[in-house]
């Protein structure tokens, strides 16, 4: 059992990478960029919302904002353009700064309000600088190339794209799978014991928020550079709505959920626009709902649990499974709230 | 014993104009063990939550040393010596008695920052993990998530925690409460132990554990200080008697 185990984890990585390499010839190709780049969106958030246990509703900023400024870089430059989308999971990183900066210290939906209100901030700013960002319509004409090769055809840029993206990939399990990381879910879980083991809580929240943030814009980066195009929708708060729907819907704090959620997602408005149908929002909705409901831990969280309960293996820390003592102390006010 | 290493001088905290700590002057010794004892809604907890920075006081000031902590942060007064273990077990749930512990160790490392590295990184705190948790008789749970723990184990890996930090001050609020006979044994055989070199402020309800352990109490009633001196003085106090010692007394 162990040893299946073991074996379990690169037998997964290695369909996961055949996947990756295999998915442009599956579906058409500028789908598969969106899948992948919007995968790499919800890993990154699921390192904030799962664990950290802080949900975001302006990551539009982080992922639009890094669109805009990869664009412009490509543009005005006409460097490489992983030179272009990493500079803009930098200014992502930066725009984060202050956002988490003035944000982290909140709590549950007083930080979505305000990450949310940041975030419509920066679309107002985009949406008014006509000159620089094209307004309504978008920055176009975004050139893609590398070293003289042009990659504008769209399978060309997905397998150009692909390692930034694992990279990115390798970075979210890496920093979940670290020190740091350890530290977070013991955030996540009773800040205030964290704190009294001596953790700077709302610093290491702060991190977690950048880092969260430089990964969703070179995710968001990407995006704008496969297609050419840094649209005004990609700063628009539904941006938003939409990363966190996947992380929802593939599990939240397993990381790998919100690629399933993303993938998802991705067909099925592929599949509706295709089929010309104009409610998307209803039919995505609806079945964001069920899912919710029916899986309570999204589709890989629920997936996972039953294969280790056919495996006999005990998850800790479910519902049940502790007594009501845990948790946070009952009267610690002004942990981690407002001041 | 010398002068106060922790002081409290006036030191209140009001709730929507409720005062759950009164005025609360306190001066506890270097090396000392300080019992502080009073009816449930004393203000026992919340005091504690003042020393350490987890509430603001209305009014008052608290000194580490000759250091004004007045204001200070939950985290900074943990780095500056001062652990407190929580009355109402404060754990991780899904983490391990020894990822716990290797939590607390590092806490002081900076190697927490490190995003880029593998969590292997606090195997290093392994072997202390070990002896701190083989000292609270938690050796073998080492490997169970805390959230699965029975009661009195999680009350040995909270005090365990709090010793993890090495603190020149060891607040233990409640450390038996709920603990079997024999569990209170080796918990104050820990406590003999460790206050080697430390200052130990404890809220405790049983008074044997108390009379062996404390070198002076503070008896708490309605957030005041009501007496305080050598526990074979305070405990012949009338006012102490009717107050607190009296009725608890009954149930023994
Ligand atoms: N966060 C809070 N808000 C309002 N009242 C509180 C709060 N914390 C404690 N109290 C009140 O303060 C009083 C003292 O509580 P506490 O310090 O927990 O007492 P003890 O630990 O001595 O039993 C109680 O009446 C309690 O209800
Ligand atoms: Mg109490």
């Known amino acids: ?107 549950g939906i007083y930080f979505a309000m305000v990450t949310l209100a940041f975030a419509q901030m920066v679309y107002f700013v985009v949406n008014q600088w006509r000159d620089l960002t094209g307004g309504e319509n978008g920055l176009q004409g975004v050139p893609r190339e590398l070293f003289g090769l042009d990659l504008s055809d769209s399978f060309v840029f997905y397998y150009a794209a692909l390692p930034l993206l694992l990279a990115g990939f390798v970075a979210v399990w890496r920093v979940v799978r670290s020190p740091f990381g350890r530290v977070l879910v013991s955030i996540r879980d009773n800040p205030a014991r964290a704190q009294a083991l001596g953790y700077p809580v709302e610093r290491y929240k702060l991190l977690a928020f950048v880092l969260s943030a430089a990964l969703s814009g ?59 149908f104009d409610g998307i929002g209803i039919v995505t909705g609806t079945i964001f709902v069920i899912i919710v409901l029916v899986f309570r831990r999204g589709i890989w969280g629920t997936a996972r649990d039953l294969l280790a309960a056919r495996t006999g293996r005990r998850r800790p820390g479910e519902p049940g499974s502790g007594d009501t003592q845990d948790g946070a102390p009952a009267r610690t006010p002004g942990v981690g709230t407002p001041v | ?51 350490t920075g987890f ?5 008052g000031r608290i000194l580490l040393g000759g250091r004004d902590l007045t204001g200070s942060r939950p985290e900074q007064v943990a780095r500056l010596g001062v652990a407190r273990s929580f009355q109402i077990t404060s754990l991780f749930p899904q983490m391990t008695p020894r990822e716990h512990l290797e939590l ?74 709920g603990m079997g006979a024999e569990d209170v044994e080796r918990t104050v055989e820990l406590v003999r132990k460790v206050r080697a070199g430390r200052t130990v ?4 309800h049983n008074m044997s554990v108390v009379s062996s352990l404390a070198d002076r109490v503070t008896v708490l009633q309605s957030g005041r200080v009501l007496v305080e001196g050598p526990y074979a003085e305070i405990r012949h106090d009338p006012r102490v008697i009717s107050a607190y010692l009296g009725d608890a007394d009954a149930g023994h």
């Open chain 2, 1 to 51: 014993m010398d002068g106060p290493v922790l002081r409290a001088q006036g030191l209140a905290k009001e709730f929507r104009g409720f005062r759950a700590v009164d005025g609360v002057d306190l001066d506890v010794a270097d090396g000392s063990v300080h019992a502080l004892v009073g009816p449930n809604g004393a203000g026992k907890t919340t005091l504690f939550n003042l020393l």
């Open chain 2, 201 to 204: 402020v404890m809220v405790e």
């Open chain 1, 1 to 107: 059992m162990i040893l299946s185990r073991l074996a379990r984890r690169p037998l997964l990585l290695a369909a996961g990478l055949v996947l990756a390499l295999a998915l442009p010839w599956m579906i058409y190709p500028p789908v598969a960029l969106d899948m992948a780049c919007w995968a790499l969106f919800a890993a990154a958030l699921d390192l904030l919302l799962g664990f950290t246990g802080l949900l975001s509703f302006g990551h539009a900023a982080f992922w639009g904002g890094s669109a805009y400024a990869a664009a412009l870089i490509a543009v005005h430059s006409g460097l490489p353009f992983p030179v272009a989308a990493l500079g803009g999971a930098v200014f992502a990183a930066v725009l984060a700064l202050p956002i988490g900066y003035l944000s982290v210290r909140l709590r």
């Open chain 2, 55 to 59: 509430l603001k006081p209305s009014a």
């Open chain 2, 104 to 177: 607390a160790l590092a806490g002081g490392t900076g190697l927490t920052w490190r995003f880029w590295r593998s969590h292997r990184l606090l195997d290093r705190f392994g072997d202390r993990a070990m002896e701190l948790l083989d000292q609270v008789g938690l050796a073998g749970h080492a490997g169970t998530p805390a959230g699965t723990l029975a009661y009195g184990h999680k009350r040995a890996l909270e005090l365990a925690l709090a010793l993890a930090l090495d603190p020149r001050v060891l607040l233990l609020d409640e450390p038996t409460a």
């Open chain 1, 218 to 276: 070179l995710a968001g980066g990407l995006f704008a550079l496969g297609h050419g195009f840094a649209s005004l929708e990609s700063v628009y708060w539904t941006t938003s709505g939409q990363a966190v729907m996947m992380v929802v819907l593939g599990g939240i704090g397993t990381l790998w959920g919100g690629v399933i959620g993303a993938g998802l997602v991705v067909e099925l408005n592929d599949y509706l626009v295709t089929v010309g």
